[in-house]
C-alpha cells in the first residue's frame, strides 16, 4: 500500500513538473521608463501576446525593480516586456526590437534587465480646452491605430495639468495615425460642436513640425449633447425638408391634377429625396451607427437613382410620354452595380463592419471614393440631360403656342442642381489637394458635404410647391435625348426641307403665299393674338389650312416661329393701343394683358427682344421726342 502511494505521489510531481510550473521573474530597469507611472506589463503566447494586459501587470518593487508571480506558468513560453501597449515594448539600447525571450524549464525564479526600448517616433498630444459640459471627474483617453482603438486603454489615459489642460505621449512607427479622444466608450465619444460625430483625427508624420507639442481642442461629446433629443439647427433643416417630403406623398396624389402620370415619377423623386436625407441625418450620430452600423450605406443609392427618377419626371411632365423609352433598364445599371458592391458589407456582421468604420479600412475608404467620384460624373450627365429637356421643351412650346409655360421653378430647380455638382466638385478638389500635399482639410471636405445635403434638401420645396400650384399638363412633342433611349428624331413637319434646288425652293415659296395671305388677313381683321393661350392648331383652323402647313409658312417666310410672331403682332397692338388717349388710363401691364400676354413676365421679355429696349425705355423715349418735336 505504502508502494502504490509512493508511486502516485511521484507520478503527480512529474505531471506537474512536465505541465505547469510555479515562476517568479524580477526585472531590472537599467534605463527609465518610456511613459512615467505607466508600469511594466508581460505580454506572451499563454495570453494572446496582450500587452496590456491587467492580469499580467508587473508589481512595483521600486523605481527601477519589478516582479511577477505566475503560478501555473508552462514549461515552456516566449515573452516580453511592455508598458501596456506594443508602442511600447522593450528593446536593444540603440532602439532596435528585441528579440522574445524564452522559458525552458529554467527554474522557479528568473531575473532579467530591460536595457533599452524600441525606438518610435514620440507625439506630444496636448488637450486645452474640453466642452463645458464634461464631467468634472472625467477621465480622458486617446484610442486610435496604433492601440487597436481601444477606448480606454490605461496606457493612453491623459493626465490632467494644473493649467487643466490635458497630456500624454504616444510612441508609433506609423506614417500616418488616426484616433479620436473618448471618456472611456465609444458611447462618450468626441463629436463636433453640434454633437454629430466627427471624422477621425489624422497626424501625418511628414507633415508634423513639432511632434512634441501638439495641440488639440474637443469641441463636443456625443452622449452628453448629440442625442436625438437634441439637434443642431442644420439637422433641423434637413429633418424639416423630410418632413416637407412626407407631407407632399401624402398630398400630391390627391390633386386633380392633369399631370398625373407625371406625378408619379415626382413622388418616387421627392420619396427618394426624402429617404437619403433622413438616414444622412442618422448616420452623423454615434447612437445610431452603433445600432445599426449598416445606415452609412443606406443614404448612398440616391447617387445613381436619382437622376433616372428626375428624367423620367421632366420626360412625362414635358413631352406627356406615353411609355419608358425601349431601353430604360440601361439607366439603372450603375445602381445595380453599387448594390452588389454594398452587398458584401450588408452581410456582414455588425461588429466586422464597426471595425472596418472605426479603422477607415482602405477597401472600404476606396470604395466610398470610387462611388462618389462615379456618382459625380453620373449626375452631370444627367443634369445636362435635364438642362436638354428643358431646352427642348421651350423649343417645341414655341413653335406651337403663343404663350410661356411657367419654367421658372423647373429652372430653380436645375440651378440648385447646379450648386450640389459644383459643392461635389470641390470636395474632390479639396481632397485631391490634401492627398497631394499631405495637407489636412477634413473639416473643408466635411463642410463641402454638408452644404451639398442641405442644398440637395431644397429641391424638395420646389418641386412639391409647384407640383400644387401648378397643375396644367405641359404639352409637346415626345423626344428621347438620353444615350441610353432611341435616337433623337425630330417630327418631320417641323425640319426644314432644303433641296438644294433653288427653282424648286422657290416653287415651294410660290405655294405658301395663299397660307401668308390668309395668315395675315386674319390676325389684321380678326386679332386673334388677343387670346392669350392661342395655339398653332386653333389658328390653322381659323384659316383652314393643316398646322404643319402654317408653321412651315411661318418658319420660312418669317424666318420665325409661331411664338415670335404672334407676340411680335401683341406688341405693335400693344405700341398702338398705348398711344390711343382712350387707353392712357389703363398701366403698361393692364394695356399688356389686352393684347393677349398672360404674364408680366413674358411682356417684358417679348418687348425688349423685339425693339430692344424695355418698355419703360422705349415710352420715356417716345415722351422726351414728342417733347422735343413741340419745341
Known amino acids: 500500500m505504502a508502494l502504490k502511494t509512493s508511486i502516485l505521489v511521484l507520478l503527480f510531481a512529474l505531471l506537474s513538473f512536465v505541465g505547469l510550473s510555479q515562476v517568479t521573474i524580477e526585472v531590472q530597469l537599467e534605463v527609465p521608463p518610456q511613459i512615467e507611472n505607466q508600469g511594466l506589463f508581460l505580454a506572451s503566447d499563454f495570453n494572446d501576446w496582450n500587452a496590456g494586459d491587467p492580469d499580467y501587470r508587473l508589481r512595483k518593487i521600486n523605481d527601477q525593480k519589478y516582479s511577477i508571480y505566475l503560478e501555473d506558468a508552462p514549461q515552456y513560453f516566449e515573452y516580453k516586456f511592455t508598458q501596456g501597449s506594443w508602442t511600447t515594448a522593450e528593446g536593444t539600447p540603440a532602439g532596435e526590437p528585441f528579440p522574445n525571450r524564452i522559458y525552458s524549464a529554467d527554474g522557479p525564479k528568473i531575473e532579467a534587465s530591460i536595457v533599452g526600448w524600441e525606438q518610435q517616433i514620440e507625439y506630444g498630444i496636448n488637450v486645452t480646452s474640453l466642452p463645458e459640459n464634461t464631467p ?11 492601440n487597436k482603438w481601444s477606448p480606454n486603454n490605461e496606457a493612453y489615459l491623459l493626465r490632467k495639468n494644473v493649467d487643466g489642460s490635458y497630456h500624454t505621449r504616444i510612441f508609433t512607427d506609423q506614417e500616418e495615425i488616426e484616433f479620436k479622444f473618448t471618456r472611456g466608450s465609444w458611447d462618450a465619444v468626441e463629436a463636433r460642436r453640434s454633437g454629430k460625430a466627427r ?12 511632434a512634441d507639442h501638439l495641440q488639440f481642442t474637443i ?18 433643416l434637413l429633418l424639416f425638408s423630410v418632413f416637407q417630403g412626407i407631407l407632399l406623398l401624402i398630398a400630391i396624389p390627391t390633386l386633380q391634377s392633369n399631370n398625373l402620370d407625371a406625378n408619379r415619377w415626382l413622388l418616387l423623386t421627392i420619396g427618394l429625396s426624402s429617404f437619403s436625407i433622413f438616414f444622412y441625418v442618422l448616420s452623423n450620430y454615434n447612437s445610431a451607427v452603433q ?26 411632365l414635358l413631352f406627356q410620354a406615353k411609355s419608358l423609352p425601349s431601353r430604360w433598364y440601361l439607366h439603372f445599371i450603375p445602381f445595380l452595380i453599387q448594390l452588389l458592391i454594398y452587398l458584401p458589407f ?20 476606396i470604395i466610398f471614393l470610387v462611388t462618389g467620384f462615379a456618382g459625380l460624373l453620373w449626375n452631370i450627365y444627367y443634369w445636362n440631360l435635364f438642362r436638354r429637356s428643358i431646352q427642348l421643351y421651350r423649343e417645341e412650346h414655341q413653335t406651337n403656342f403663343s404663350f410661356e409655360q411657367n419654367l421658372n421653378y423647373l429652372n430653380t430647380v436645375l440651378i440648385i442642381q447646379f450648386v450640389c455638382l459644383f459643392l461635389w466638385v470641390v470636395f474632390f478638389l479639396v481632397f485631391g489637394l490634401s492627398q497631394l500635399f499631405d495637407i489636412e482639410t477634413v473639416t473643408l471636405q466635411e463642410n463641402s ?6 442644398a440637395f434638401s431644397v429641391i424638395t420645396y420646389f418641386l412639391g410647391y409647384f407640383a400644387i400650384r401648378q397643375p396644367e399638363t405641359f404639352k409637346a412633342e415626345p423626344r428621347n435625348i438620353s444615350i441610353f433611349d432611341d435616337i433623337l428624331e425630330t417630327p418631320l413637319s417641323q425640319k426644314m426641307v432644303n433641296t ?25 381683321d380678326n386679332k386673334p393674338f388677343h387670346n392669350p393661350k392661342l395655339s398653332l392648331s386653333e389658328l390653322a383652323q381659323q384659316i383652314n389650312v393643316p398646322p404643319h402647313q402654317l408653321s412651315k409658312a ?25 398711344g390711343n388717349p382712350k387707353y392712357h388710363h389703363l398701366t403698361l401691364l393692364a394695356l399688356a394683358y389686352e393684347v393677349g400676354f398672360n404674364s408680366k413676365t413674358a411682356f417684358n421679355r417679348s418687348f425688349k427682344k423685339t425693339t430692344g429696349q424695355t418698355p419703360k425705355e422705349y415710352f420715356d423715349k417716345a415722351i422726351a421726342d414728342q417733347k422735343l418735336g413741340q419745341e
Open 346 to 365: 450588408f452581410l456582414s456582421s455588425d461588429k466586422s463592419m464597426l471595425d472596418s468604420i472605426m479603422n477607415q479600412e482602405d477597401t472600404m475608404v
Open 199 to 210: 471624422p477621425n483625427r489624422k497626424i501625418i508624420r511628414a507633415a508634423v513640425e513639432d
Open 449 to 454: 458635404i454638408d452644404f451639398i445635403w442641405l
Open 291 to 316: 445600432a445599426f452600423p449598416k445606415i452609412l450605406f443606406l443614404s448612398d443609392f440616391v447617387l445613381f437613382l436619382y437622376g433616372p427618377i428626375y428624367y423620367f419626371y421632366l420626360r412625362q
Open 219 to 236: 469641441e463636443g461629446w456625443e452622449d452628453l449633447n448629440g442625442t436625438f433629443s437634441i439637434y443642431s439647427f442644420y439637422d433641423l
Open 136 to 146: 468634472e471627474d472625467a477621465k480622458i483617453y486617446i484610442a486610435g491605430n496604433f
Open 500 to 524: 438644294g434646288n433653288e427653282k424648286a425652293e422657290e416653287e415651294q415659296k410660290q405655294n405658301l403665299l395663299p397660307t401668308i395671305e390668309a395668315l395675315e388677313k386674319n390676325l389684321e
Open 554 to 578: 411661318i418658319n420660312e417666310h418669317y424666318g420665325k416661329n409661331f411664338f415670335e410672331l404672334i407676340n411680335g403682332y401683341r406688341i405693335e397692338e400693344f405700341k398702338t393701343l398705348a
